[in-house]
């Protein structure tokens, strides 16, 4: 009798202590996910915009101050990246003083960085580091793209945000047939997942016959990107890469070094300034869609 009294109270005292267990892994569980969540909600939450702008280049000299339809282009792509909902800030990192000054006459907040920032990215690190405020996400705002689309930086920005594995986020459109060949227009390609494979100035991929396949969707690399702000200061410490130094792409050093970079697909008809030439084809296009 007291054997089965026994067993019985064994048997009461385990099934509550399972009981128990799988109550407070529920519990844990719960807890658990509202701090994942709350920490997901907050995770790169602060995002700056800055503008990399220099005097200096070797195929068009002061380009940013180039008039376009009675604006200095910096100041169009300024008032295009002001478009965004995502930025909490904005500004211009230079290190001309005519540059800057044009700037703060049109209202824009200015960085003055050193003149051995190598690329954009350096000097968007550099001016992150003068910010009084801290943030998570720098999104490069290339200061030749006069018609960037606000949904555009807020793309990448969504797009580094959901992607915890990747350090930098770009985008991509449709690349013209008659732009295939062109080496300032640099081409990207990307995996299944919507991660980068590579990027270069020549054609890629490279078909056998040595032509442009009217049938495959080749992607066009729009300048803007985005970083998380720690990586971003990693960037400069690491060393230029063959590919980097042979494409002259700063975005294959990233690549290079085994870090991840996001990719979005855009519907955007891409209007750079790369050369002199350009600004007439700009101003056509602003007049055809009466932009003022």
Not at 25 to 50: E, H
Not at 52 to 78: C, D, H
């Amino acid at each position: 009798m007291s054997m089965c009294s026994s067993s019985s109270v064994s048997l009461s005292t385990k099934s509550w202590i399972v009981h128990s267990i799988v109550a407070g892994a529920a519990i844990a569980a719960a807890i658990g996910a509202g701090a994942y969540l709350g920490r997901y909600r907050k995770f790169r939450s602060r995002v700056v915009g800055i503008i990399p702008a220099r005097y200096a280049s070797s195929r068009f000299e002061g380009k940013p101050l180039v008039n376009i339809l009675g604006k200095p282009m910096i100041q169009r792509t300024w008032e295009r990246a002001k478009l965004a909902s995502i930025l909490d800030h904005i500004v211009v990192a230079t290190d001309d003083e005519k540059i800057a000054e044009c700037c703060r006459g049109f209202g824009a907040d200015v960085v003055m960085t050193s003149e051995s920032c190598r690329n954009g990215t350096e000097r968007c690190n550099e001016a992150l580091q003068k910010l009084d405020k801290k943030y998570d996400v720098v999104v490069n705002i290339q200061g030749d793209e006069p018609l960037i689309e606000p949904e555009i930086i807020d793309g990448i920005v969504k797009a580094l945000q959901a992607a915890p594995d990747a350090v930098f986020s770009t985008a991509v459109t449709a690349l013209k047939p008659e732009d295939a060949f062109d080496p300032n227009r640099v081409k990207c390609v990307v995996d299944n997942r919507g991660y980068a494979i590579y990027f270069s100035r020549g054609l890629i991929p490279y078909n056998k016959t040595g032509k442009v396949n009217p049938q495959f969707p080749y992607m066009l690399h729009l300048g803007i990107q985005s970083y998380d702000s720690k990586f971003l200061k990693i960037y400069p410490e690491l060393q230029p890469t063959p590919l980097q130094l042979e494409e002259d792409l700063e975005q294959l050093k990233v690549l290079e070094n085994g870090y991840k970079m996001k990719v979005i697909k855009v519907d955007h008809e891409a209007h750079g300034v790369d050369i002199p030439e350009d600004v007439e084809k700009i101003e056509t296009l602003m007049r055809e869609r009466s932009i003022s």
